[in-house]
């Protein structure tokens, strides 16, 4: 440090670091010196974009302003903290959160996306709960597309081969080809956890005199990324130094140990505050820790573990080496920390302690190499005011409607189409992913794919249980991305809603291009605010989130991808509704209304490559009168199934009622609606329900009641044929056959 | 005249090594069938006087070197194969099979699934024997549908261990439908030569009753262990 104070005018590569010459010029203001190598490693990760939300913050302030205090009242950890959690009753509580892994999964599929679930299982850990399901929302380019072999059976296989090893059962998520992903695959985990709400943990290090133990693996070279380039100039003189990969490299085995070990430590309450290790290593961690906490840190670099030689104070900082924590613990507490760990063969080192000033000191060889206020780092990065403008272009997209696309008519004609798009990409049977998924380990799984929503008892003597969606159809956004998050919104919720859990909380996973356009920034905005109206109308909070910029490819960004996640919860899980048609018999029935709305459809994607018109409508009053009737259906017993309508219409969500419970159907469409309309329109808050004869004046009662529209379609029948008046007999075996031999022809290699 | 031992009486050990994942649901299948469970801990070379051991699933130390080759030499297992020798029922699963064969208390090998990915599946199965501690109570014959989720679930022996195990009644499960992983004789489960050590590659504790599992088809594992331990106590 004194080296740095005494040679003002020394160069440093801080654009090859990612930051603007008045962000550098800041850095020195604030510390009224040129920074250090480590402390200039620590600025440049913790402002970029991914780490400072400074594009999105602006605009995710919108937000807190739309969050009643009737809506916070079961939340008692939100934004800004590592993951949202809330009280789900009986003295439960559960976090949930998802994150992006989008670029490192396109560079290294494997290790990218395993790695992606590593970390956000941290992030649960982090808020003291025990870490109970994984869930994955993925985008591929087209999926025949070259690189799609390449990349999908990858990130499936590290999705599995990191998650499958944790012992964390993976209840759901999404898959979605566009060609707007080919070179931009959307990788994002999601983590649900458990705790007793008197357990939670929050990241501060506070109270004089703690220790700050750094414990799991060993920090090394991997995932430096972007600090390689400090690397490279205090190593100039050297050569034959190996480079390892910038993205990181998971050990499964290693964070299934760290969870127990972490698991343990809490129950023992040997730990006063925690944070994990991810994006940026020991310089999150650090900063993070000392900004929230109230007085200062002081860190010793040399007694980090680590395992390659000769790594430079930045490179210790800024290292992604995986399967690490951060905690502080009162002294006392140490040695009793230390022999959890011991016991579980975690390393563990005490690696510094709080102090009473505001700085955070951070020394290596005896010097000090960094001494920065870590509010300064942490908190009060740069924000941009970015430019927003809609694109000109949004007016064509907006005009071009699907109205002209020739449409089938015949019963021949509506036949093909029907087996056709089943056996799309976009719509086909998932099983090819989720099968190389443990969706049973832990013994708490109720539903999972191809379950609407995963549900997982959380406590076997109540029968408490949650359920999780997560959902977001891009091409809507694309045409309209403040309906269109709302429409990703409505479909989560509805897909909590049909297991007969009440919607309680959001998350979201807001991936987009580049903000440096304005119309990317108008697309963002536009969601934000969709989504926060949306929350606020639904009266459920957002809880947290996670914002990737930067997913385009030249100009060519992909389309608006904010992937909202829905949490709910569910008194007891034996009445849970399932997806399949129930027993013969039972009548088929669609809530809801139908229109003729084919903007952004799958229908026009699959069939006609259109991209074009208006969304369809927004309706979260209706989305909320059918999410009460679903409840109360679910509370006395009423339905024997529920299933939501969404891409694919109601003829998908007939074929995938049929085909999950093996029972077959005979509907008629609606009269007053055209044959294709009432098959395949994407019109928003409609659900499929079966419903016994014996309760059906019952649930007409009900939905009379809340003012949603009954149009009974036919009934549940032995044989196993799905049969659609006047258009067509389908056997179950033929659409099974459509349904599920897409995926496996193209990626079993 | 001491009262009749009942199934509360039975203890029933369930492994722990680094990387074991499915120990809860094998403490919870051992409850679910009325005896009690007993935590082992790797690391310890005392089976706690219990009548049974469960070997879970899983990965143990994370499948490093190859699958349960590692958690074959750790204490608790010389203690369960000195037991198994005595006759104490061990029931290995998944990895808790992989383990078993690495530590010589059963014949052959699990290997890469044929298709080279992880199967997570509801599987049907036929249960071939019921002359061994773990399969009493099923029908021989008897078809059920379990979980399998596994990716070096292919079972691989030589010919002669093939001939030994169908001539002697060894074989326990076979896969019916399509193979999911290529094992040879769609073999999913084998026994020692004494019926008391099992090993299966799917997964009965995940199939102890239809809301958590595809059906309740694998309680009767566990009931049969305690029927074989609590038949051992009144001879």
Redo the contacts between chains.
Sequence with gaps: MQHAAATPEQSQPYRELGLADDEYARIREILGRRPTAAELAMYSVMWSEHCSYKSSKVHLDYFGKTTSEAMRARMLAGIGDNAGVVEVGDGWAVTFKIESHNHPSYVEPYQGAATGVGGIVRDIMAMGARPVAVADSLRFGPADAVDTARVLPAVVAGIGGYGNCLGLPNIGGELVFDPTYAGNPLVNALCIGVMRVADLHLAHASGTGNKIVLFGARTGLDGIGGVSVLASESFSGQTGRKKLPSVQVGDPFTEKVLIECCLELFDAGLVTGIQDLGGAGLACATSELASAGDGGMRVDLDAVPLRALSMTPAEILCSESQERMCAVVRPSDVDAFLAVCAKWEVIATVIGEVTDGDRLVITCGGQTVLDVPPRTVAHEGPIYHRPVQRPPTQDALERSTPDTLARPSTPKDLRATVLRMVASPGLCSRAWVTDQYDRYVRGATVLAQPSDAGMLRIDEASQRGVAVATDCNSRYCALDPYAGAQLALAEAFRNVAVTGAVPLAVTNCLNFGAPTDPGVMWQFEQAVRGLADGCAQLGIPVTGGNVSFYNQTGDTAILPTPVIGVLGVIDDVRRRIPTGVGGAGDEVWLLGETHDEFGGSQWAHEVHGHLGGRPPTVDLAREQAIGTVLAAASRDGLVSAAHDLSDGGLAQALVEACLSSGAGARVNLPAQLDPFVALFSESSARVLLGVPTATASRVAQLCTDHGVRVTRLGEVHPAPELEIANIATFTLDDLSVAWTATLPALFNS | MSPAPTSAACRIGVITF??T??D??AA?AVRHAGAQPVSLWHADDDLHDVDAVVVPG??S????LRAGAIAAHQPVLRAVVDAARRGTPVLGICNGFQILCEAGLLPGALVRNA?L?????DQRLRVETNATAWTGRYPAGAEIVV?L?S?EGRYVADASTLAALAGEGRVVLRYLGTSPNGAVQDIAGIASADGRVVGLMP?P??A?DS???PSADGLDFFRSAIDAVLGSISV
């Excluded at chain 2, 130390?61 to 490093?64: A, H, I, R, S």
């Excluded at chain 2, 990915?117 to 599946?121: E, K, L």
Aim: aromatic share 14%; charged share 25%.
């Design positions: 680094p990387g994942l499915d809860v649901d919870r899983g990965f130390y994370g499948d490093y298709g990915h992880f199967v997570c599946r979980p989720k990716i997964h504790e995940h102890i809301l958590t599992g």
